[in-house]
């Protein structure tokens, strides 16, 4: 009964999106499987921001699959896999896109599509400036650190990732979440800085205290990861800190 309602609710929300928006369906006729009305829309920059703007109110996952939905999947799809090419872009895209949130939902959506690059998630990750204009990044920042963090581990030599490679220092992040990639990147033998920090003595690894860590990086990083992979989600609810655990030092 809830269910239904609540999909009777976002039906009237579409149809009032269209009636105060009487070319909306036309421009995403108009649009759908076809790149170069895709591209000429593009260059309206004001225009082609409104549009997202408005489609970005529509719940996407719903199980009614219409029309309507199937040119805003086409629309942001193809906006993201083609019309994206620099950091920029973003900036022209959401210029009519003031809810946060919104941004947010369309990044999330952005990094969960795997037809952007490793490159092309570097390079947005290496701009703060970028990334704090955009805004709300706790809701949207954490899958895309993780592939990166990934991406790097598999070009990386044994120790040779330093905590700033991973864990951008000008960006207020979830600590359970910067204690998961310190301790994936232990796990993996990728870690270059965590002895300079003090937090792990190295004569107490090699005497045994290697198992115990690596014990604990796997219940705690390793589910976790796959869990959030398996389901482009957020890592912020989840506890995994390791204030506890005592390590000997010298």
Same mark, same amino acid.
């Given at each position: 009964?809830?269910?239904?309602?609540?999909?009777?609710?976002?039906?009237?929300?579409?149809?009032?999106?269209?009636?105060?928006?009487?070319?909306?369906?036309?421009?995403?006729?108009?649009?759908?499987?076809?790149?170069?009305?895709?591209?000429?829309?593009?260059?309206?920059? !004001?225009?082609?921001?409104?549009?997202?703007?408005?489609?970005?109110?529509?719940?996407?996952?719903?199980?009614?699959?219409?029309?309507?939905?199937?040119?805003?999947?086409?629309?942001?799809?193809?906006?993201?896999?083609?019309?994206?090419?620099?950091?920029?872009?973003?900036?022209?895209?959401?210029?009519?896109?003031?809810?946060?949130?919104?941004?947010?939902?369309?990044?999330?959506?952005?990094?969960?599509?795997?037809?952007?690059?490793?490159?092309?998630?570097?390079?947005?990750?290496?701009?703060?400036?970028?990334?704090? +204009?955009?805004?709300?990044?706790?809701?949207?920042?954490?899958?895309?650190?993780?592939?990166?963090?990934?991406?790097?581990?598999?070009?990386?030599?044994?120790?040779?990732?330093?905590?700033?490679?991973?864990?951008?220092?000008?960006?207020?992040?979830?600590?359970?979440?910067?204690?998961?990639?310190?301790?994936?990147?232990?796990?993996? +033998? +990728?870690?270059?800085?965590?002895?300079?920090?003090?937090?792990?003595?190295?004569?107490?690894?090699?005497?045994?205290?290697?198992?115990?860590?690596?014990?604990?990086? !796997?219940?705690?990083?390793?589910?976790?990861?796959?869990?959030?992979?398996?389901?482009?989600?957020?890592?912020?609810?989840?506890?995994?800190?390791?204030?506890?655990?005592?390590?000997?030092? +010298?």
């Amino acid at each position: 009964m809830v269910d239904h309602l609540n999909q009777e609710l976002e039906v009237q929300k579409e149809v009032s999106i269209l009636n105060m928006n009487g070319n909306l369906f036309d421009i995403l006729d108009s649009c759908y499987r076809n790149p170069k009305s895709m591209e000429t829309f593009w260059d309206k920059k !004001k225009k082609f921001s409104k549009v997202l703007s408005l489609i970005l109110d529509v719940k996407l996952d719903s199980s009614a699959k219409t029309t309507f939905h199937r040119y805003i999947d086409y629309f942001i799809n193809y906006t993201i896999v083609f019309l994206i090419k620099k950091n920029d872009d973003f900036l022209q895209l959401f210029s009519e896109v003031n809810d946060k949130s919104k941004r947010a939902t369309f990044m999330d959506r952005y990094f969960s599509n795997d037809l952007i690059s490793y490159e092309m998630v570097c390079m947005i990750l290496n701009d703060e400036e970028l990334i704090k +204009k955009i805004g709300s990044h706790h809701e949207w920042i954490e899958y895309p650190l993780m592939l990166r963090t990934s991406y790097l581990f598999s070009i990386s030599k044994e120790r040779g990732v330093d905590e700033t490679d991973i864990i951008p220092r000008e960006l207020d992040l979830d600590c359970s979440f910067k204690e998961y990639l310190l301790s994936w990147s232990f796990e993996e +033998k +990728k870690a270059s800085s965590l002895f300079d920090m003090g937090k792990i003595d190295r004569d107490f690894i090699w005497r045994g205290g290697h198992d115990k860590l690596v014990s604990i990086a !796997k219940s705690f990083c390793f589910a976790a990861f796959a869990s959030t992979h398996a389901r482009r989600g957020s890592m912020s609810n989840r506890s995994i800190s390791l204030e506890n655990v005592t390590l000997p030092t +010298k």
